[in-house]
């Protein structure tokens, strides 16, 4: 079976076909890191001298999809390319390709939808690598974003696989700028122009801290006293931060909030419980049987 002629025959088959193959798979590779290198200026060019964070999810956005495209071009090129070296028949397969496309294109409706879906989103800038967003019900941070599908991962970590097609709404809550909103609720007798004042002078020593203050974009606006609760008064406000830096900001905002009122001795609400005994047609009520026990019977006893 390994004649001598049979060994030649490989040899030659490697010296011309086998070359081309491998010549074809080397400039394949060779233009896929061109291409990876040209992304990377890409990215400058859509920069266009911004170093914002805006602006650096955007480039970095567009420049992912354009590389990935164009190595899936330069992959379909290069199996056509083989297929020919390899003497196959390349017209026949592109026409069968053709058929069986169109037949698979009636039960994949869904991918043509992703995809249509997924080129106006990233067109029209509605989400980039790095924001944190709601889509399809779900939050979570972008973590790649593709014609197919949006990939986010939430604060839990789990990663979500959302097809294009079923994203209709888009919320992105790390666009440009960022809010926190702050319903801050305390006892129906604190003055609430005292509460306002000190929510007012909490943020102000949260904007002259320079570890927070490069995040704040402008004062706290106070909304005003909001609604009336079932134990509390709600008084509202917000503060502008840099995009994504609103939980952060918030957390720290509220942590020294609790301090502030503790110093002044302003009450944070807890549940009030009015019990009523009724009234007879004569307007008498009945008495109100309450029994104590426990450490209160001890402590009563005590002062008695």
Do not use: C
């Not at 839990?156 to 209709?168: A, K, T, Y």
């Amino acid at each position: 079976m390994f004649t001598p002629e049979f060994f030649q025959k490989v040899l030659a088959w490697l010296l011309t076909t086998g070359l081309k193959i491998v010549l074809i798979v080397v400039v394949a590779l060779i233009l896929q890191k061109v291409v990876r290198r040209l992304g990377l200026r890409l990215e400058k060019i859509f920069l266009k001298r911004r170093e914002d964070d805006e602006s650096i999810k955007r480039s970095k956005t567009l420049s992912n999809l354009i590389i990935k495209s164009v190595n899936i071009f330069i992959t379909i090129i290069a199996a056509i390319t083989i297929l020919g070296a390899l003497d196959i028949q390349i017209g026949p397969i592109l026409a069968t390709a053709g058929v069986a496309g169109l037949a698979v294109g009636f039960a994949a409706q869904s991918l043509v939808k992703d995809i249509i879906n997924g080129f106006f989103i990233i067109l029209w800038d509605q989400i980039r690598v790095g924001d944190v967003v709601q889509v399809a019900g779900i939050s979570g941070a972008v973590e790649d974003l593709n014609l197919k599908m949006t990939v986010l991962r939430s604060l839990e970590g789990n990663v979500h696989f959302i097809p294009n097609h079923l994203i209709d709404v888009v919320s992105n809550m790390t666009k440009e700028f960022s809010r926190y909103v702050f319903d801050i609720g305390v006892s129906y007798f604190e003055d609430v122009d005292e509460v306002i004042e000190t929510m007012k002078e909490v943020d102000e020593e949260l904007r002259t801290d320079p570890q927070f203050s490069e995040d704040i974009l402008a004062p706290l606006e106070i909304l005003g006293l909001d609604k009336f609760d079932d134990s509390a008064v709600i008084v509202r406000g917000r503060t502008t931060t840099k995009a994504g830096k609103q939980w952060g900001i918030g957390r720290e905002f509220n942590r020294r909030l609790k301090k502030a009122f503790e110093r002044k001795a302003i009450s944070i609400p807890f549940p009030h419980l009015t019990l009523f005994a009724g009234e007879d047609k004569e307007g008498q009520a009945p008495p109100l049987r309450i029994k104590v026990t426990g450490e209160l019977k001890e402590n009563l006893q005590k002062e008695n």
